[in-house]
C-alpha cells in the first residue's frame, strides 16, 4: 500500500469510529471525545499558542506585536498607540519599525564580533540564538504586525453568554466536542452582526456559498446573521470536516481553509499529523491565517475556560429567552405587528436574520419561517396565527422581483412596451430620465410583482417552484396561478428528450435558458420552462433564479476570495481596520468558493484527472476545446461507453492550459452547486448499506432530492464507479427550502 493509500484508509477508519460511535448517541459520543482529549495540545505547538493567549488577553487594539511569521517565540518589539492616532499614523510607526529590524537581522547575518554589536542587536540576537546566516536572511521578510485584541476579546466573553446554552445543545445533539463552543471567539468575537469586506458573516463568520448548504439565505433571509440557525449550520459543517478528515486539530482547519485545502495538505505531506501540516506543509493559499488558525483556537478555548484568570470577574449577558412559531404563509411584517401584537424593535432585535427589505415591506417574511417572539408574549401555534392574520395578508409565494439586461438596439419606451409599462414609470423606477440613452448589457429595474393569497390559488401550489402568478390589469394579486415553471434534469436526460416530455421545443427551451450548446446541460440544473409572463422574449433571470444569478454569484464569490486573499496579507493597525478586513482575530481568512466541497478538481502533471460526479465525456470535450471522439481514442473508450466516476482519465490539453480546464470545471461545478442550493439545504447525514446491485445513481434516487455530485462531496474516498454489497454511503438528508 503506497503511503497516500495508507492516509486515506486512517481517514476513512476514524471516519467510520465517529459514525460508529454517533450511532450509540450523541451525549456518548462527546463524553467519549472529551475522556480522550479530542482537542489535542501538542507540546510543538505551546509555543503558538502563548503568543496569541498574550494577544487576546495582554494587549488591545491600541497594542501590537512586531514579531517572526513563523517562530511566533520572537517578538522583537510591543507597540504602543495613542487611542485616537490614525490608522496612517500608526501604519508609519509598523514600517519604521520593520524597516529598524531588517536593518539589525541583515547586519546579524554577517555574524559580525559580539563585541561590535549596539545594546539592541544584542538583544535581537539572543532571541534568534544560533540561527543560520540564511534562517537570519529569511527572517528579514518575515517580520509581521500581530494587532492586539484584549479588549475585543473580552467583550465577546460578555456578549457569549446570550447563546452558550443554545450552542451547546446544539453541539450535544450532534455528539461534537463542546470545547468547539469557543470557536466564535476566534471568529467574531461573538458579535452576531459582524460582516466582512470579503463576504463572512454573522456569529460563525460563513460565506455565502457554505452557509447556503445548511441555511436560508435569500432576498429575504440571511440565516448568517442569526445566532441560532448559523451555530446549527456550522455545527452540520464541522461534523462534515471531521468525517473527511478524521482528526479535530484538521477539521477546525478546514473551517478556515477549506476541506479540499486541507485533503491537498494530507495528501502533499503524507500525513494527518496536524504539527507536521503546520511545520511543513507549504502552499500559496495555506498563509499565517491557516496556519494559525487551531492554536489560536486552542489559546480562545484556554481563555475561556478560565476567563477570570486573565480578565478578573466577568458578568456575562443573559440567556435569550424567547418562542418560536412558524409562518403559516408569505406575511408582510407590519401583519406580524397588527396580529400579535409586538412593536418592530422587538421583532428586529430577535430576528436579525431577516434582511432589510422584508422591514421596509419590498419583501414578505416567508413561508416556513421561525418567527422569534418575546417570551413575555403567548405562545402560539401556526394554525393559531393563522387565524389572527388577515387573509388578506396571507401570500401563496414571495414578492418577485423583476430586471430586464439590455440587449442592442433597445431603447426605454421599447423595453416599457415590451412589459405594458409606461415609459416614464420605467424610467423613473431606474433613476433615469425619459429619454435617456441605454448601453447593452445594463440590467434594469422592473416593478415587482405581487403574489396570489393563499385563499384565492386554485391548486396547491409545488414546493420546488412557486407558481408566480399573472398580474391582472386592474392589480388584484389575489388572482389563478400559472403552472410550474421549472425542469430539474434528470440523469442521462437530453434537451431533446424534456422539450418532448414538457411540450416546450428544443430551439425556445436554447432560448429561453440562455443556452448555447443543447448537449451542455447538467444533472441537477433548473431549465426554466415558460418565458417571463406578459413578454414576447425569452424570461429575464431575476435576482433569485436564472443563468445571470448564477454568473453573477459566482463572479461576486471570486471577487471576495480574492479579495481574502489579499487580507490574509494584510496587517490591521486599528480596530476599524480590523473590522474593515474581517471580524476574525487571526486576520485574513482564506475562503475558498466552496468551503464545503471537499472534491478535488485539479489535472495531475500527466495531465490526467479523476472523474468526478455529474460530469460527462461532453463536458471534458467541451472545457478542452477537442472532440469527444478524441478523449475516447486517447482513453481507449468504445463508442456510448460512459466514463466512471472516481475512474482516471486522460485529457488532451493542446487547446487550453490545465489551468484554464480546471477553471472551466470548477465554474461549473460551483453552478451546479449553486443552483442547487437555491432551493435546498443539508439538514444531517444518516448512513446506507449497500445492496447487491445497487449504483450511486440508484442510491441517489432511492434518496429523492439528493444528487449524485452531493453524495461525493460526502463520501470523496469511497470507490462510488464500483460499490460492493456491505459497503456504508454516508447520505446528506437534504430538505427543500
Known amino acids: 500500500m503506497n503511503p497516500m493509500s495508507r492516509v486515506s484508509a486512517r481517514i476513512r477508519v476514524a471516519a467510520l469510529v465517529v459514525l460508529a460511535i454517533a450511532f450509540s448517541g450523541a451525549t456518548d459520543f462527546a463524553c467519549a471525545q472529551s475522556a480522550q482529549d479530542a482537542m489535542p495540545r501538542p507540546p510543538e505547538l505551546q509555543t503558538d499558542i502563548d503568543f496569541w493567549i498574550r494577544v ?141 469586506k470579503v463576504g463572512a458573516a454573522g456569529l460563525w463568520q460563513f460565506m455565502r456559498s457554505t452557509g447556503r448548504r445548511y441555511m436560508r439565505i435569500d432576498s429575504a433571509v440571511d440565516e448568517r446573521m442569526d445566532p441560532f440557525r448559523a451555530t446549527e449550520g456550522a455545527a452540520q459543517l464541522l461534523s462534515y470536516n471531521y468525517r473527511l478528515l478524521g482528526t479535530w486539530p484538521l477539521a477546525l482547519t478546514a473551517y478556515n481553509h477549506g476541506a479540499a485545502g486541507m485533503r491537498r495538505a494530507v495528501e502533499a505531506t503524507g500525513t494527518t499529523d496536524y504539527v507536521r501540516i503546520n511545520r511543513t506543509y507549504r502552499s500559496a493559499s495555506f498563509g499565517f491565517a491557516s496556519r494559525n488558525f487551531y492554536p489560536s483556537f486552542l489559546a480562545a478555548l484556554t481563555i475561556e475556560q478560565s476567563p477570570e484568570k486573565y480578565f478578573g470577574p466577568i458578568e456575562r449577558a443573559p440567556e435569550a429567552k424567547f418562542s418560536e412559531v412558524a409562518l403559516p404563509a408569505f406575511v408582510p411584517v407590519r401583519a406580524l405587528e397588527r396580529s400579535i401584537p409586538v412593536e418592530r424593535a422587538a421583532l428586529r432585535a430577535l430576528n436579525p436574520a431577516l434582511l432589510p427589505a422584508v422591514w421596509s415591506g419590498e419583501r414578505l417574511v416567508p413561508r416556513g419561517y421561525r418567527l422569534r417572539l418575546p417570551g413575555s408574549v403567548q405562545r402560539l401555534t401556526g394554525e393559531q396565527l393563522a387565524q389572527r392574520l388577515p387573509a388578506t395578508e396571507q401570500y401563496a409565494a414571495q414578492i418577485e422581483s423583476r430586471s430586464h439586461r439590455v440587449r442592442s438596439g433597445e431603447t426605454l419606451a421599447s423595453v416599457a412596451q415590451r412589459f405594458g409599462l409606461p415609459t416614464r414609470e420605467l424610467a423613473a423606477l431606474n433613476g433615469l430620465a425619459a429619454d435617456a440613452a441605454l448601453k447593452r448589457g445594463r440590467s434594469l429595474r422592473l416593478p415587482d410583482r405581487m403574489p396570489s393569497l393563499v385563499s384565492g390559488q386554485a391548486v396547491a401550489l409545488p414546493a420546488a417552484a412557486p407558481a408566480t402568478p399573472v398580474a391582472s390589469a386592474q392589480g388584484n394579486s389575489a388572482i389563478a396561478t400559472r403552472p410550474p415553471a421549472v425542469h430539474v434534469v434528470k440523469r442521462g436526460e437530453s434537451l431533446s428528450a424534456i422539450a418532448a416530455r414538457t411540450g416546450v421545443t428544443e430551439t425556445e427551451l436554447m432560448r429561453i435558458n440562455n443556452l448555447r450548446n443543447p448537449n451542455y446541460i447538467f444533472e441537477g440544473q433548473r431549465l426554466q420552462l415558460l418565458a417571463s409572463v406578459g413578454a414576447t422574449g425569452p424570461a429575464e433571470p431575476t435576482a433569485e433564479t436564472g443563468t445571470t444569478a448564477v454568473r453573477e454569484s459566482r463572479e461576486d464569490e471570486a471577487a471576495a476570495v480574492a479579495s481574502a486573499r489579499r487580507a490574509s496579507r494584510a496587517e490591521p493597525v486599528s480596530a476599524g481596520e480590523a473590522e474593515a478586513l474581517g471580524p476574525a482575530l487571526v486576520a485574513g481568512a482564506e475562503p475558498a468558493q466552496s468551503a464545503a466541497d471537499a472534491v478535488d478538481y485539479t489535472v495531475a502533471a500527466d495531465h490526467t484527472i479523476r472523474v468526478v460526479a455529474a460530469e460527462t465525456l461532453g463536458h471534458y470535450a467541451d472545457w478542452a476545446g477537442v472532440s469527444a471522439a478524441r478523449l475516447r481514442t486517447l482513453n481507449g473508450l468504445r463508442g456510448g461507453q460512459p466514463v466512471l466516476v472516481g475512474r482516471k482519465l486522460k485529457l488532451d490539453l493542446s487547446k487550453v492550459t490545465a489551468a484554464q480546464f480546471e477553471q472551466k470545471r470548477r465554474d461549473y461545478h460551483y453552478a451546479l452547486q449553486a443552483n442547487f442550493f437555491e432551493s435546498h439545504r443539508i439538514l444531517g447525514t444518516e448512513i446506507y448499506v449497500v445492496r447487491r446491485g445497487d449504483s450511486l445513481w440508484s442510491i441517489s434516487q432511492r434518496f429523492a432530492g439528493v444528487p449524485t455530485w452531493l453524495l461525493q462531496q460526502y463520501n470523496p474516498d469511497a470507490d462510488l464507479g464500483d460499490l460492493r454489497p456491505g459497503a456504508q454511503v454516508v447520505v446528506p438528508r437534504v430538505e427543500e427550502s
Open 56 to 196: 487576546y488577553s495582554q494587549i488591545t487594539t491600541n497594542d501590537g506585536f512586531l514579531h517572526d511569521e513563523r517562530d511566533l517565540s520572537v517578538i522583537y518589539e510591543t507597540l504602543r498607540f495613542a487611542p485616537n492616532s490614525q490608522p496612517k499614523q500608526r501604519a508609519a510607526g509598523v514600517d519604521e519599525a520593520r524597516k529598524r529590524y531588517q536593518a539589525i537581522l541583515g547586519r546579524l547575518a554577517t555574524h559580525p564580533a559580539p563585541e561590535s554589536l549596539t545594546d539592541e542587536e544584542l538583544r535581537v540576537s539572543k532571541l534568534w540564538g544560533n540561527a543560520s546566516t540564511e534562517r537570519l536572511k529569511t527572517a528579514r521578510e518575515g517580520i509581521r504586525f500581530q494587532l492586539g485584541q484584549a479588549d475585543r476579546f473580552h467583550a465577546g466573553l460578555v456578549r457569549a453568554g446570550t447563546w452558550e446554552a443554545h450552542i451547546a445543545q446544539t453541539l450535544a445533539n450532534l455528539g461534537l466536542p463542546p470545547e468547539i463552543a469557543a470557536l466564535p471567539h476566534v471568529e467574531s468575537s461573538f458579535n452576531p452582526a459582524a460582516y466582512s
